[in-house]
């Protein structure tokens, strides 16, 4: 068994859960750093102002990372880092962070990958309507030109938006998330549009301006589902599923990734929002949809789906003990088969899992090693369902672990930890994890320590 030799092994974060220094310079406010100081809104009140300081750290950290032997770094620029009021003056010392952390990266010997967004929205923008103001998408145009100028001699993977299904779902439909707003549907959607057209800008402004050829994607929520059986039946369930827009109705492949790939709405979507849709033009869906290098999904479980004698489906219930991990999410490694799968043959296009995981009960062990078998048990599981799906010809270019250390997980805040390294907040002391050096022979081995 072999993944092919241009295959790339990589591990993720994102900047509001990193880096820390949050008031650091210039730097403008984001809806995390407001909502997170707001009582009773995150785990025992915590906030990402430290998190694991990789705005200090970050040598030591990509030092880490070539030991482990990381050949891609998928990291996200904080907006108002950068610009601190969301438009207008750029911060010198912002940008300088991401330009001294990308040339240590190459200087390691990682391809730094680059997502432009990842929830961290300027404050201050929020205050101006947010998503929901019709200049947004112009705003995030403005904002990733200025990352493209600076970073495209060197950078040449971009990712527009990270799992717009979360920031806009989580965020402004069920208020759990940041900016914790609770919209009506026509408001929702309309947010989930100015997104969409912010995302195609986007894409415009990185081909228009990038120093070197660039390969463009986004990275979504990878919706995926477990067939009950391999019946016609509930494999039919399942495609239905994985592109079904209605309860939940954010929570969906189909209703973004159309409009993103395909150039227009999914009819079911349309009949199901009904007036609650946005107005919208010709113009703005052609701006929407434009030539991406890659479909980016973020993977971790499913539920199981079986067909219902109407022709439709239900979600089983998984058997009482089924395994879960920390975060009680259960542990279906046919995840990475079925959705890089279903996502292929509906967008015709390559897959790159940009995050997988998951969250473990880690802690420093009495040797002074963290010792997480569960972590490389999983995550054996699901890399060889990735390997199951590229044999049957998936095209599939990439899998990044989420995440490369424990972080702030958002609302969450330090209960949570998904890392290859372990991190000791109270004085920052980093450990890699037993995955960490296991992840090292897959990488090494391109997959083959896989199969035994």
């Known amino acids: 068994m072999h993944f092919p030799k241009d295959f790339v092994w990589g591990a993720a974060s994102a900047a509001y859960q990193v880096e820390g220094a949050a008031q650091e310079g210039d730097k403008g406010l984001s809806v995390w750093d407001t909502f997170s100081r707001e009582p009773g809104k995150t785990w025992q009140g915590e906030t990402g102002a430290v998190a694991c300081d990789h705005y200090h750290r970050y040598k030591e950290d990509v030092t880490l990372m070539k030991g482990i032997g990381l050949q891609a770094y998928r990291f996200s620029v904080s907006w108002p880092r950068v610009m601190p009021a969301g438009t207008g003056a750029v911060s010198a010392q912002g940008l300088d962070f991401y330009d001294r952390l990308t040339d240590e990266l190459l200087a390691a010997g990682i391809e730094p990958w680059v997502t432009l967004f990842h929830w961290d929205y300027p404050h201050d923008l929020y205050l101006r309507g947010g998503w929901l103001n019709p200049e947004s998408p112009r705003w995030f145009a403005d904002y990733s030109e200025v990352i493209v100028k600076k970073l495209s001699d060197r950078v040449t993977n971009w990712m527009t938006l990270n799992e717009p299904q979360c920031f806009i779902g989580l965020g402004h439909d069920q208020g759990c998330h940041a900016p914790g707003l609770k919209l009506n549907r026509a408001e929702s959607l309309l947010a989930a549009h100015h997104v969409m057209l912010a995302h195609g800008l986007s894409v415009q402004v990185i081909r228009a301006h990038a120093s070197r050829p660039a390969r463009v994607g986004w990275a979504p929520v990878g919706m995926a589902g477990v067939p009950a059986s391999d019946s016609p039946e509930d494999l039919a369930a399942l495609h239905q599923h994985v592109f079904r827009v209605g309860k939940g109705f954010l ?86 088969y079925w959705g890089p799968k279903l ?50 010809g998936v095209d599939v270019r990439g899998y990044f672990h989420w995440s490369i250390m424990d972080n702030y997980e958002w609302a969450d805040g330090y209960k949570q930890r998904f890392g290859l390294i372990h991190v000791d907040y109270p004085t920052q002391k980093r450990t890699p994890k037993d995955s960490a050096r296991w992840y090292t022979e897959v990488i090494r081995s391109n997959g083959a320590c896989l199969q035994r």
């Open 251 to 336: 929570w969906n492949n189909a209703w973004w990734g159309d409009p993103v790939v395909l150039g227009h709405y999914p009819e079911i979507g349309l009949r199901t929002f009904g007036n609650d849709v946005p107005k919208f033009t010709e113009a703005e869906m052609r701006t929407i949809k434009q030539p991406l290098d890659f479909y980016g999904a973020n993977i971790y479980g499913s539920p199981l789906i079986k067909a219902t004698p109407d022709g439709g489906y239900v979600e089983q219930t998984y058997h009482e003990g089924f395994p879960q991990t920390h975060s009680y999410w259960e542990v279906t490694p046919e995840s990475l």
């Open 343 to 392: 996502l292929h043959e509906r967008y015709k296009l390559p897959i790159v899992v940009t995050e997988n995981g998951m969250s473990n009960a880690d802690w420093v062990s009495l040797d002074g090693q963290v010792h997480d078998p569960q972590r490389i048990d999983l995550l054996h599981r699901y890399l060889l369902q990735l390997h199951r799906a590229m044999a049957e």
